[in-house]
């Protein structure tokens, strides 16, 4: 970069010599004529563009880097900066690879990117311990120059089903399957000049090699240790594009590494299989929460949030939604506890329809697609706990004792100020009432409110004529029997 700042500082340099030359060229020009002031001009121009030239000479090169699984945020953040590097024209784009593999729509717009870019496309698997295995060996497989840097690895291409593992491979779909990317990864090798018989070995023998196997093999180009490394020995090489031959410039070149927007970080860190089983949770819960106690609004909130956010991730990844029907009868079984009196037995079933949803979720061969074991379990535990938290409280609440309102008046004590029986006044909760009752009662007496009737009276009995706790909850009949 500072070579290019020298070269840039020498441009202006000449640019305003020509100006000061220009000016003085018009009192010159009134002596020599016009010719002379348009050959100066002439030949300020072609200094201009001989130092335009001499910037020009440091190739550029657009670098962007994939350190994680191929999903459909990947794939749009690679294509989207390889056409804007081929807008720009750059000598080169740089793909710096270590991917466990991914998904196949993705992998293969990635691929369409590459094959249509005008520009060259290097795929450098690097840094040492990285690989390039199942998509990211087609990837590779497709790129202009593909490089490998010392311990790395490619290969395990073997496609695997979505939904269900690996199927037997006699399944009449599975073999489809495995004939159309063994005949994909052949015709990529064909196209770049590179060994297919390997290429379909890594498709259907799921054939997994090393740097340097891979370079005697003819899989890749080059084995670099580093970015200087690879230039060098890729510098001057040829590349087709139709059936014009081109050559790389690359010594030496200037590197422009691209990132990610805040946008794509997020969907991309969201499309994680444990990311998004722990937005479900979440959504779940706080939706839980809403519904057990409406009008909080938060929890409600938070959980639309992570929901969307989790349904957004699973359009990026193999999702069985016989799990998501499980995990949302969980949430139904809970809330029924609520309603319904099953001594335990629907909060024992939501706690099994939650993890088994959970563990059915994400069914994938490749592991980076699976969610973790240990947080299904601390998942199920946690959401289950609280919501056993929230029904407990909340079934207490429902049995709790009135305190207000008509139903609140029942077992109340107060006094008679008058007699009662038809018609009188009581003295309750520090207020007048009007009252009646089926026996009579003596002024002055302790009454207890059995309810309150329409018209805002209440009616009373005497306070020792059952015990309180009896008046507040009438007993059956049979217990009036055996407490005589």
Known sequence: MQGRALKNW????????????????????????????????????????????????????????????????????????????????????????????????????IIKGILGSNIPVIVFVSPAGARAASAGALITLSADFAVMAPGTNIGAAHPVSIGGGQKDPDDVMMNKVVEDAAAYARSLAARRGRNPSWAEKMVRESVSISATEALRYGIVDVVADNLDDLF?????????????????????????????????????????????????????????????????????????????????????????????????????????????????????????????????????????????????????????GLCLLVLYYVVRAQRRRFVSGREGMAGLTGEALTEVHQGGQVFVHGEYWRAFSVEPIARGESIVVVRMVDNMRLEVRRANSLPLQEAAYPTSGSDKEDGK
């Open 232 to 384: 060098q020995k890729l510098h001057g090489r040829n590349y087709q594009r139709g059936d014009v031959a081109r050559k790389l410039s690359c010594k030496g070149a200037v590197v422009a590494w691209a990132a990610m927007d805040w946008r794509q970080k997020i969907l991309n860190a969201v499309s994680d299989p444990n990311v998004a089983y722990m937005l479900l949770m979440l959504g779940i819960l706080g939706v839980f929460f809403e519904i057990s106690q409406p009008g909080v609004i938060l929890p409600g909130a938070i959980g639309g949030i992570s929901l969307l956010l989790a349904l957004f991730a699973f359009q990026a990844l193999p999702v069985n939604y016989v799990g998501i029907l499980l995990i949302l009868l969980a949430l139904v079984l809970f809330v029924l506890e609520v309603k319904v009196t099953s001594f335990g037995m629907l909060t024992i079933g939501g706690v099994v329809s939650m993890t088994l949803g959970s563990l059915m979720l994400f069914e994938h061969a490749e592991p980076f697609f699976r969610v973790s074991k240990a947080l299904v379990a601390c998942s199920v535990i946690v959401v289950s």
């Open 10 to 109: 020498r441009i202006v340099e000449i640019v305003v010599q020509m100006i000061d030359a220009l000016c003085s060229l018009k009192i010159f020009a009134r002596r020599f004529g016009v010719v002379f002031m348009l050959v100066s001009l002439a030949i300020s121009l072609v200094l201009l563009r001989m130092a335009f030239s001499a910037v020009n000479e440091t190739p550029r090169v657009e670098a962007v880097r994939i350190a994680g699984p191929i999903n459909p945020v990947v794939a749009e953040f690679v294509t989207d900066q390889l056409a804007r590097v081929n807008l720009e024209n750059a000598d080169a784009f740089l793909l710096e690879l270590d991917t466990p593999g991914g998904l196949d729509n993705a992998m293969r717009q």
